[in-house]
């Protein structure tokens, strides 16, 4: 019946995470039991009236969920997922950046001592909390805001006397490669942080200390810069960031921030290929110059030879996974499209 699955559905959401699966599946066995008897003794299927009077009797589905519910949150089960995404991106990230940082200031005091990566080392496990709890902060707003919100769209945090089964969202459907389309709070987080990380890179050139943390006054003070072509690469990744926080803010007003989009999904990567290429493009692999050349090159050249020899390869290493991962998708697109084909034939 489609109305308990999109009932299940609804109650799903509420429910632990780990244990989703399971749980769903006992209420649905014990649920269709139900149902089965209740038809035998009409002999009938039930209406569409009767079923939906059925499953108010069975509660909404945040009391349905309730009783399995045995911890309290401070990130649902909603959400999580997302939160896990975004705390797994940054902190990859934020090793990546730092780093980056470690290795432009070992190179220019031409250090080869262990101890010094070692000191460079101890600051990453400090960033990686200050990151974490920034992000875990973020998403912890996000849940209470959710579940405090009176919207009907949103989900409620306590169940309502007046709910009714023909409140149930229809069915999800299936993504690219059977997977499952965002859920709404998903949908409002990507809005969200697109719309966070489209602010914070904005004022990364007038606030380095947002980008590299407390190496930013040291990097100032270092006799290299970064060569104009970041500036074609910085540009270029706020385009791009801004098409994709229009379009999921698109799809998030007008409801359809379920519906797979398999050729906007490719896009975005083909179009995120262009920055690092124009990386890859600079002239003489020059991704950093001295600010004084005439003062400096003799002195720092050797150094500056090296720097721009270990970005340029870290750039073509980035550039590798990224055009792997796109060739990846396409390549499940394919077997998909081949698969529908093949059973809509057979």
């Given amino acids: 019946m489609e109305l308990l699955d999109r009932y299940l559905q609804a109650v799903k959401k509420h429910l632990p995470w780990k244990r989703q699966d399971d749980i769903i599946a006992e209420l649905r066995a014990n649920l269709e039991a139900q149902l089965d008897e209740k038809e035998a003794a009409l002999g009938r299927p039930l209406t569409n009236d009767e079923a939906m009077a059925w499953l108010k009797q ?144 904005l004022l990364v050139p007038q606030h380095p200390y947002l980008l590299v943390g407390p190496g930013a006054p040291y990097l100032l003070a270092l006799p290299y810069t970064f060569a104009p072509v970041y500036m074609q690469f910085f540009w270029w990744v706020v385009a791009l960031n801004a098409v994709q926080l229009a379009w999921n803010g698109v799809d998030l007003l007008s409801g359809s921030w379920q519906r797979s989009h398999p050729v906007k ?58 055009a792997l991962q796109l060739v990846w998708e396409i390549v499940k697109m394919s077997i998909d499209f081949y698969r529908k084909r093949m059973a809509a034939m057979g």
């Fill in 265 to 322: 999904h490719l896009a975005t990567k083909v179009f995120g290929l262009i920055p690092l290429v124009l990386l890859l493009a600079a002239p003489d692999h020059a991704l950093m110059i001295l600010k004084h050349p005439a003062l400096d090159q003799a002195r720092y050249g050797g150094t500056l030879a090296q720097i721009n020899k270990g970005l340029y390869q870290a750039a073509w290493v980035v550039f590798a996974i990224v």
């Fill in 58 to 201: 069975l509660g909404s589905p945040i009391q349905m969920a309730a009783p399995y519910l045995t911890q309290q949150y401070l990130i649902g089960p909603a959400i999580f997922p997302t939160y896990r995404y975004v705390l797994q991106l940054a902190c990859v990230w934020t090793v990546v950046i730092n780093l980056i940082v470690s290795a432009v200031k070992i190179a220019a005091e031409d250090i080869t001592s262990p101890a010094a990566w070692f000191e460079a080392l101890q600051h990453v496990p400090f960033t990686l909390l200050l990151t974490a709890a920034w992000v875990t902060l973020i998403f912890v707003v996000i849940e209470y805001a959710v579940t405090h919100s009176k919207t009907k769209w949103i989900l409620p945090a306590a169940p309502s006397a007046g709910w009714s089964p023909s409140e149930l969202p229809p069915l999800e459907e299936r993504g690219v490669a059977g997977q499952k389309p965002r859920s709404y709070s998903k949908a409002v987080a990507e809005v969200i942080f697109g719309f966070l990380f489209l602010a914070w890179w």
